[in-house]
C-alpha cells in the first residue's frame, strides 16, 4: 500500500498553511509562531507538511521525478509531528504518515541521502548508528546493576545507543540507574546485550532495517520476562511504545518514559526529592515523548463512499492529544527550589529540538539551527536552564548554547532528580 | 524544461541569492500544480522592485502571494511566495494602526495587539492567513471589513515602482492612505479575481480597533478540544434561533442600531456543530442535536463590555431584543465548555476550516457583500436550491442554510452560502457548480447583486462598464502587461 | 469659445454670460489668482450634464462644477484657466431618498445640510456632518470634499458617509459607483428591496474613492448617496476645558476608541468664541477671554433600548478616564451650555458663516495629522504666526479627530479683514509659509487648495504620476477644472 494508502489524505490538503504555525489561538506574536523547523529554515512551501503533501500526490498520480532539491526537502524535515498537530486541529487526516511514507519510497527507490546510508551502514555491521568506542554496556561498570539476561526483574532499563556510547551522555544512563536504586525499584539492563531500538532508522526512512531490528530486539526483550520497559530516550519511547505497536511487536509490554516512572515514585513516596535545587528552568518536550509518544492506535476500515472524507468504522487520528506532557512537569515541580517557567511552545505544539528525522546526520547545520531557535526561546522565559527528557534535544542544546556563547545550562531531568534526592 | 534561460534565472538570482529562487520541477506540485518559470523568495520592498523590473525587462509575468491557500496561476509566471517578509513593522496604540509586511499572520498581529488592549479585522480565511488581506470576518460588527481597513500602503507597481500612498508618500506617516487629492485606495485592494490590483502590496497599515476582552484567552487542554479555563470578564456569547428568517433579521438589525455586538455571525447550526467538534463524526452528531435544539434560522453574538455595567447594559438589551423577535438560546451554547471554544474559534481563529474543508476537502460559495437584507431574500432561494443535492447525497447535509452578518454595526452586511463535498467525486462537482451557477445567475436576473468573478462581457455591461474602466486602469499601471489576473493575495 | 446657442440647446435657458454672474465666479475668498469663466450653466439632470461634457470635449472647454452657494473659500471653484464653463448643480436639488431602516439618504447635488437635515430628521435618521457648515454648502460638494465629520466614532473609513455616487466622467460617460452600480436601474434595485448603499465596487476598484478629494477634475456627480445613523432618544453633551492640550488629546483618544461618545471634537478659545459669540465684537472678545484655551466637546448619547441607562454607564466610565486624567466635564463653559453648542453644531451655520464673523474673511490652513505630532506641529504654527506679525491668540484652531481615531484633521484658522491690503498680505504669508514650515514637521495636506497644491504634491512624485495615469483614462482632454490638485 504504501503512499498509496494517503492518497486520500494528500488531496484533502486545502494548503491553509496552518501547518507552517502552531495552533492559532497559541500564536502569541509573531515571535515563536512558527511550528515546522523545515519550512521556517526554508521557506519554499515545499517545506511544510503540506507542501510535501502536495508534491506526494502529484508524482503519485504523475510519476516520481527525483531531483537533488527534492531530495533536499525530503531528507530536510525532522518528522517532528507537529504539521500534523496543527492540520489535525480542524482536519480528518494523515499527515505525518504520508510524509514518512514518501521518504520510505524515496529509500526504497535508491534516492538515499549518502550520510544516512553511512548511518543505518553502520547499524548494519556494528549494531549502532554512533561510531562507538568500547563496549554498550561500559557505562554500567561498577553500579553493579542486574543483568536482565540472567535475572528476573519487573523492569527493564533501556539506556538507548547515546547514553549508552556517547561520553557526555553516558552520565544519564547513570543517574537513572542510581536514582531507580535509590527508590528500590526492581530493574535490570541488558548491557552488552542491548540493542538500537531502530527508532532512527525509521525516521530516516529505512523501515526494514527498523523492522529487523524491533523483531530482534523484542525477542530479546521477551526473553528476560520483564513486564515493563523503561527508557530515558524519548525516540526509544517512541520506538517501543508506538512503532513497536503499530507492526505489532509490543504486544503486552508496559513502555514507560524515566519521567513517567519517577513521577509515579515521587507519588508513590519512593521518591523524595528534598533538598533544594535552586534554578530556574523552563521545559522542552521532546517530539516523540510528547506528541508522538501517544499511544498508537490500531485501525483498519474504508472510507464511506459519499461526500465526506469519513471511514467505517470511524478512523481515529493521532492529534498529539494524549502525549506525556504531564510526568515531566510533575516531577519538575516537585523538585524543592526550582522554578519553572513555560516556553510559548510546548507539549502537542512544542518546537523539535532538530536532532530527529536523520537531520542531525543528513545536515548538523540545520540540525543546530532549530536547537538554537529553542534555546532563544528559553533564553526569553528568563530561565537559567533548558530542561529536557532525551539525550538527543540534550545534546543539540548544547552545541547551539556553546556556538550562541549562552550562558544556558542544559539539563536532563534525571540530573535534576539526582540532585533533589 | 527550464522556462527560464539560465542567464534571465541567474538575474533573478542575483536579487535574491540562490537558496531564495527555484525552478525545480519537482518543487512546482506545491504551487499550485502550475509549472511557473520560478518560484522566488523576496525578503524586501527592494528586492520586490528589483523582482519587478526583471520581469518587466523580460517580459515575464508575475504573481505574488501571502501564506498563498488558493489561487489560478497561469503556467512560465514568476510566482513571488512573500513568505519572508514576515515582520510586524509598527503597532501605534495611540493613533490605532499597525503597519505590516505580507506574511504577518492574522494570528500574530492579534496577538500582539491583544497584548494591548487592541484588535482588528480578522477575515473570514482565517487567522492562518495573512493580516493586510482585505475582506470580511466574524468581528465586522465591531471591525469592519472589505476594504475599509487599509490605510496607508506601500505598492510595488507592476512597472517596479514604489508608490506609497496617502500620507505615507508626503509624511512618511501611515495613519492615511487618502491624498493629497484624490484617493489611490481606489485601486489598491487585494481581492478575488478579476481584478486584483497588479503589483505587490510590500507593507500595507490597517485599522485596528479596540478590543475590550483579556490580554490573551485563558486556552487550556490539547489540540484539538482547547478550551478557556474560564470565560473572561464582561464578555458573552449565545446562539439564538428564531422562528422565521424575518424574525432573526429584525433581531440582527435593532443589534446592529443598538451598538451592542461584538461579534453577530449568522451561523447556521451546521457550522455551530462544526466548530465546537473535534471530527467529522463527532460533528454529524452535533449537527443533528443542534437541528433538534433550534427553532429556526439563527445567530451566533459575543456581547463585550468594556466594563461591567457596560456588559450589563448590552446583555440587558440583547436579552429584550430576542425576546421581542420570540429569539431561543441554544442550550448547547450556554455550557461554558462550548461558550469558550466559540469564543476562540470565532476570534482567534476566524472559525473557517472545521465548517469548510473538514469534511469533504472542497467547498464551493457564493459570497455577497453589502446589504444584508436584500441578500437574505435571495439566499433564502439559494438555500432551497441545496437541498435536492443534499437528498441525492452529493453535498454535506447543513439544512439548505446560508449565513451572513451584519458589518459595523449592520449598516453594511456580508451573506455567504456553500455546498460542501468531496472533489474527487465528479457528479457531486458538477452538480455545485450548476448549482453556484444558476443562483448568481438568478441573483443577476432578479436584481440582487452581481458577482464579479463570472464572465465579464455579461456582467459588466450590466454595472456601469466597470469592466471597461477597470482594463484600461490595468493597462494604464501595468503598461507592459506582466501581471496576472488571477489570485488573490492571500 | 462655445457659441451660448450650443448650451441653451442643452439646458434652455439656464445658462449664463452675465457680466455680473461672471465676476462672481472668478473669485473667491481666498488668493487664488481671479480668472473669469465664459458661462455659468444650470444643467437639471444627468443628461444634461453628459451633454455639457461631450460638448466640453468636443470643443476642448475647462469644465467647473459648482454645487455649492457663495461665498466660496478655496479656490477650488475658481476656473483654473480661461474660457472655462461653470457647471452649477445647484438646479439639481432633488431629495431622492430617505431610509430609516437601511440609514441611508441620496440626493442631488444641489441640496444643502440645511434642506437634507429636515428631511432626514423626519425619518429619524441624521447625517454625519461636517463642523458648522455653511448655509449655502451642498451635502454633496462636501461629501467630495472629504470633509472631516463630527461623528469620529460613526466615521468607519475616511470616505464615509459616502455611500455611492453617480458621475458622469471627464470623457462623457455616465457612471455609478458601489452598490447602485447595478444591475438594474436604481428604480429597479428599488424594485426588489435594494438601496445604493455598499461603497465598494463594481469589481476591485473603489471608485468613488477616486472622486472624491479630486476638486471636480475627474467627473461631475450628478447624485450621492451616504449612510446615516440613527436620531439619539437621548443626548447630554459636555465640555472639558484645559490649558494644557496632551490631556485632552488623550480623552479624546480614549472616547473614540471606546466609542462611548457622538460629536467630538477640539476647539481653542478663539474658535468657540467665534462659533457661539452672539453680539460681536464685544461678546465675542469676552467669550474668547473667558474660555480655557483647549475645550474638547463631546456627546454621550443613548438610542431605543434603555437609553438613560447607556448614558449613565458610558459617563461613569467617562468619569473614571477623566480623574485619572485630571480633567472636568462641564455642562457649560462661561456663557455657552453644552446642549446649546450640540444643537447647534447638529445644523449648518447661521448667517454669517463663522468664519467670517470676526473679520470678514478668513484662509484655512488645513492638514491631516496624528497625536504623536500634532502639539508640535501647533508650536511650529504658532512661532510661523509670530514671526509673520499675526496674533496667535487671534488664531482659531480646531481638532478633529478623524476615522475612529486613527487621525487628526486639523484646522487654523487665519481671520483677516479683506479690506485691510496689510492684514490681508500678512496672512497670505503666513498660509504659505505655514504650508512649507508644517509640511517640514510631518503634516499631511491630504485636501491640495489653492496655489500651494503644487508644493504639497510635489513631495510625492510617485503617486502624481499616478494619478496623471488615472486622469487620463476617465478624463483624458483634461477638460475637468484644469489647474486643480496636480492636473
Known sequence: MGLEQYQGDMNMCCRCSCCKFIPMQKVMGPQFS??????????????????????????????????????????????????????????????????????????????????????????????????????????????????????????????????????????????????????????????????????????????????????????????????????????????????????????????????????RLIKEGKLKPRRKVNLAVTYHDPCRLGRLGEPYIHWQGKKIPGDKFVFDPPKPYRRGTNGVYYPPRDVIKSLPGIKFTEMTRIMEYSWCCGAGGGVNESNPEFSIWAAKERVREAIATGAEAIVSTCPWCEQNFSTAIKEMNSSLKVYDIVELVARAI | ?????????????????????????????????????????????????????????????????????????????????????????????????????????????????????????????????????????????????????????????????????????????????????????????????????????????????????????????????????????????????????????????????????????????????????????????????????????GFFIIIAGNSADDFA??????????????????????????????????????????????????????????????????AIGAGEAKKPLIEKGLIVDDGGAFFGWGVEHGHLGKTEIFCKYDPSNTEAKKAVEQWQKEQTARAFKERYFALTMGDQTEIGPALSNYHIWWQKTVKAIDPNSVTTESGPLV | MIAKERLVKIVGKHVSDDPAVLEEYSRDISFVHPIKPTYVVYPASMAEVKEIVKLANETQTPLVPVSSGPPHFRGDTVPGTGGAIIVNMSRMKKIINVDRPRRVAMVEPGVTFGELVAAATREG?????????????????????????????????????????????????????????????????????????????????????????????IGIVTWASMRCELLPSLEEPFFVGGSELAPILDLTAWLIRLRMVNECFILNNVALAAICAQKWPKDYASLKQSLPPWVLFYNVAGYEYFPEERVKSYIKDITAINQRLGLDAVQALSTVSAIDFLRMVQKPCDDPYWKLRYKGAFEDVLFLTINDKIESQIAAMQEVATRAGYPTTDMGIYIQPIVQGTGLHCEFNLFYDPDDPVEKNCVKALADAAVKELLARGAFFSRPYGDNAALILNRDAATVNMLKRLKNIFDPKYIMNPGKVCF
Request: with cysteine.
Open chain 3, 125 to 217: 435618521i441624521r447625517l454625519n456632518m461636517p463642523l458648522l457648515p455653511r448655509k449655502t454648502k451642498t451635502v454633496v460638494g462636501s461629501l467630495l470634499e472629504r470633509e472631516p465629520v463630527v461623528m469620529p466614532k460613526y466615521q468607519w473609513d475616511i470616505s464615509d458617509p459616502v455611500a455611492c455616487l453617480e458621475v458622469v466622467f471627464g470623457n462623457g460617460e455616465d457612471f455609478r459607483t458601489g452598490q447602485a452600480a447595478g444591475p438594474g436601474t436604481v428604480e429597479e434595485q428599488w424594485a426588489v428591496g435594494g438601496v445604493q448603499k455598499a461603497p465598494y465596487g463594481p469589481g476591485t476598484a473603489s471608485w468613488h474613492r477616486l472622486i472624491q478629494g479630486s476638486q471636480g477634475t
Open chain 1, 34 to 263: 512558527y511550528a515546522c523547523p523545515s519550512i521556517a529554515k526554508y521557506n519554499f512551501h515545499a517545506y511544510s507538511g503540506g507542501g510535501r503533501l502536495n508534491i506526494a500526490s502529484a508524482m503519485l498520480k504523475n510519476g516520481f521525478n527525483y531531483t537533488d532539491k527534492l531530495l533536499h526537502v525530503v531528507y530536510n524535515c525532522q518528522l517532528c509531528g507537529a504539521c500534523q498537530v496543527s492540520c489535525n486541529y480542524a482536519m480528518d487526516m494523515e499527515v505525518l504518515e504520508p510524509i514518512t511514507e514518501f521518504r520510505f519510497k524515496c529509500v526504497e527507490d535508491g534516492k538515499t541521502s549518502p550520510a544516512l546510508d553511512k548511518a543505518v551502514a553502520r547499524l548494519r555491521k556494528t549494531g549502532s548508528m554512533l561510531e562507538a568506542s568500547g563496549r554498550r554496556g561500559d557505562w554500567a561498570k561498577d553500579l553493579n546493576l542486574k543483568d536482565a539476561t540472567k535475572e528476573k526483574v519487573d523492569i527493564l532499563y533501556h539506556a538507548g545507543c547515546l547514553s549508552s556510547y556517547d561520553k557526555d551522555a553516558q552520565k544519564l544512563a547513570k543517574t537513572t540507574a542510581q536514582v531507580l536504586q535509590k527508590a528500590g525499584v526492581n530493574f535490570g539492563i541488558l548491557g552488552d546485550a542491548e540493542m538500537c531500538c531502530g527508532s532512527r532508522a525509521y525516521q530516516m526512512g529505512y523501515r526494514d532495517d527498523f523492522l529487523k531490528q524491533a523483531e530482534k530486539y523484542m525477542a530479546l526483550i521477551r526473553k528476560t520476562g520483564a513486564r515493563t520497559l523503561v527508557t530515558g530516550c524519548a525516540d526509544g519511547y517512541h520506538a517501543f511504545k508506538v512503532l513497536y505497536d503499530k507492526f505489532n511487536f509490543k504486544k503486552d509490554l508496559e513502555v514507560l518514559h524515566t519521567s513517567e516512572l519517577f513521577a
Open chain 2, 313 to 378: 447594559y448590552k446583555k440587558k438589551v440583547l436579552e429584550n431584543i430576542v425576546a421581542e423577535a420570540g429569539g431561543k438560546s441554544l442550550k448547547t451554547v450556554e455550557d461554558p465548555e462550548i461558550e469558550g471554544i466559540l469564543l476562540c474559534q470565532c476570534i482567534r481563529i476566524s472559525a473557517s476550516i472545521r465548517e469548510t474543508f473538514r469534511p469533504g476537502g472542497a467547498f464551493n460559495s457564493i459570497p455577497i457583500m453589502g446589504q444584508r437584507d436584500l441578500t437574505i431574500k435571495w
Open chain 2, 1 to 297: 524544461m527550464a522556462i527560464l534561460s539560465r542567464d534571465v534565472y541567474k538575474e533573478f538570482e542575483d536579487v535574491v541569492g540562490p537558496e531564495n529562487i527555484t525552478d525545480d520541477p519537482a518543487l512546482m506540485p506545491s504551487y499550485f500544480n502550475t509549472e511557473h518559470a520560478a518560484i522566488v523568495l523576496p525578503g524586501s520592498t527592494k528586492e520586490v522592485q528589483a523582482l519587478v523590473k526583471l520581469c518587466n525587462k523580460h517580459k515575464l509575468r508575475f504573481r505574488a502571494i501571502c501564506t498563498g491557500w488558493t489561487g489560478m496561476f497561469p503556467r512560465g509566471i514568476v510566482l513571488f511566495d512573500l513568505r519572508r517578509m514576515n515582520r510586524i513593522i509598527e503597532i501605534n496604540e495611540k493613533n490605532m494602526y499597525a503597519v505590516v509586511e505580507p506574511y504577518v499572520i492574522s494570528a500574530e498581529l492579534q496577538a500582539e495587539c491583544m497584548k494591548r488592549g487592541l484588535n482588528f479585522c480578522i477575515k473570514g480565511a482565517g487567522s492562518n492567513c495573512t493580516a493586510l488581506l482585505r475582506g470580511h470576518g466574524h468581528m465586522d460588527q465591531t471591525t469592519s471589513g472589505d476594504d475599509r481597513n487599509h490605510l496607508a500602503i506601500e505598492w510595488v507597481t507592476p512597472e517596479g515602482e514604489i508608490v506609497r500612498t496617502g500620507s505615507l508618500g508626503s509624511s512618511d506617516e501611515w495613519f492615511c492612505g487618502d491624498g493629497p487629492g484624490p484617493s489611490l485606495r481606489a485601486i489598491l485592494t487585494s481581492a478575488v479575481p478579476p481584478g486584483v490590483t497588479p503589483g505587490v502590496f510590500t507593507k500595507a497599515a490597517i485599522k485596528l480597533y479596540h478590543w475590550p476582552g483579556p490580554t490573551k484567552f485563558p486556552v487550556v487542554g490539547h489540540s484539538p478540544r482547547y478550551t478557556l479555563s474560564h470565560i473572561p470578564p464582561n464578555m458573552m456569547a449565545r446562539y439564538y434561533s428564531f422562528p422565521s428568517v424575518e424574525k432573526m433579521w429584525q433581531a440582527e438589525i435593532r443589534i446592529g442600531e443598538a451598538e451592542i455586538a461584538y461579534e453577530l455571525m449568522g451561523f447556521n447550526a451546521a457550522m455551530v456543530a462544526a466548530n465546537i467538534t473535534t471530527c467529522n463524526e463527532e460533528d454529524e452528531a452535533m449537527f443533528k442535536r443542534l437541528s433538534r435544539e433550534v427553532q429556526g434560522p
